[in-house]
């Protein structure tokens, strides 16, 4: 059987850890993420009359929000009443390159309506123990929950998370052997990332899980083996902390191109 009848059809939905979508390509990965944020805007805010997402670090996400910057899609959005929060940040002032807080206010923020009190950032600046401590208060606060774990009712809990995937398994920064892998009941942590010399803010599973729907991104050739062994092989979130995130009351997708599911079995070999 050649190659080509291995790979996973394009374009088909199939069943693994989650709901798994390949694409011919990013491009159409991204206008189909950018149609995802959309509907889910529309749907919190009948419900609630708002929408709170978590917005995913790192290069993947970066073209979906620029596409959501143009008039296209803005025009869809009421960002009046969208609130943003972010999925992790490295400790760096906001204006410096490496902040995730400001790869999101070029591309997308800053071209948008939204409300300034409604851009809540992770003060990476700050000391990282009291900067996550913070962050967790506010995210307490905004949903009513000042005590205890996150509740999963409307208006109580992220709307969408947005995630990307490491090649070594990671995603916000949720690192293989990290104890916030296992964290059980703080929502935000602050750790440092030997690797890469360099203290880091996350949210942990114990609040990504209570969302109502994560998204994970997952494009390139080089996310082949990682997607593979995340979605089919077996479950060591400490080896491969994307495994950790399975929402409790919500909806897991990802959406991958055609490169990234290259080594998944096809849904013919599944019986599908």
Same mark, same amino acid.
């Given at each position: ?19 798994? %979508? ?20 529309? *749907? ?6 708002? !929408? ?8 993947? $996400? ?6 959501? @910057? ?26 410096? $390159? ?9 591309? &997308? &923020? ?32 905004? !949903? ?13 809990? !992220?709307? &969408? ?12 920064? &949720? ?7 296992? *964290? ?11 690797? @890469? ?7 942990? $599973? ?29 479950? %060591? $979130?400490?080896?491969?902390?994307? %495994? ?18 290259? *080594? ?7 019986? @599908?």
């Amino acid at each position: 059987m050649s190659d080509e009848a291995n790979r996973p059809s394009v374009g088909r939905t199939f069943r693994s850890a989650g709901d798994v %979508q390949v694409f011919d390509g990013a491009a159409p990965l991204i206008r189909a993420a950018a149609d995802i944020v959309v509907r889910c805007a529309l *749907e919190a805010t009948r419900t609630t009359g708002i !929408f709170r997402v978590a917005l995913a670090g790192g290069s993947t $996400p970066n073209p979906l929000y620029g596409l959501l @910057a143009t008039d296209a899609y803005a025009r869809r959005i009421d960002w009046a009443r969208v609130e943003v929060f972010w999925g992790d940040e490295r400790c760096v002032p906001p204006d410096d $390159p490496a902040s995730n807080y400001r790869s999101a206010h070029d591309l &997308l &923020l800053g071209r948008v309506p939204i409300v300034k009190a409604h851009v809540h950032r992770i003060p990476g600046e700050r000391e990282p123990a009291a900067a996550a401590a913070a962050y967790e208060r506010e995210l307490r606060k905004t !949903f009513a929950t000042p005590a205890g774990p996150p509740r999963t009712e409307p208006g109580a809990r !992220f709307d &969408l998370v947005l995630l990307g995937l490491g090649a070594d398994g990671h995603t916000a920064s &949720l690192f293989p052997s990290s104890a916030a892998v296992r *964290e059980s009941e703080r929502w935000v942590i602050a750790h440092h990332l030997a690797a @890469a010399s360099m203290w880091r803010i996350t949210l942990t $599973p114990v609040v990504l899980n209570a969302a109502a729907e994560v998204l994970f991104l997952a494009a390139g050739r080089e996310k082949a083996s990682v997607v593979r062994r995340v979605l089919e092989g077996p479950h %060591q $979130p400490d080896v491969l902390p994307a %495994q950790a995130i399975a929402p409790r009351a919500g909806r897991l997708r990802w959406l991958v191109d055609a490169d990234a599911a290259a *080594e998944l079995t096809p849904p013919s070999a599944r019986g @599908a």
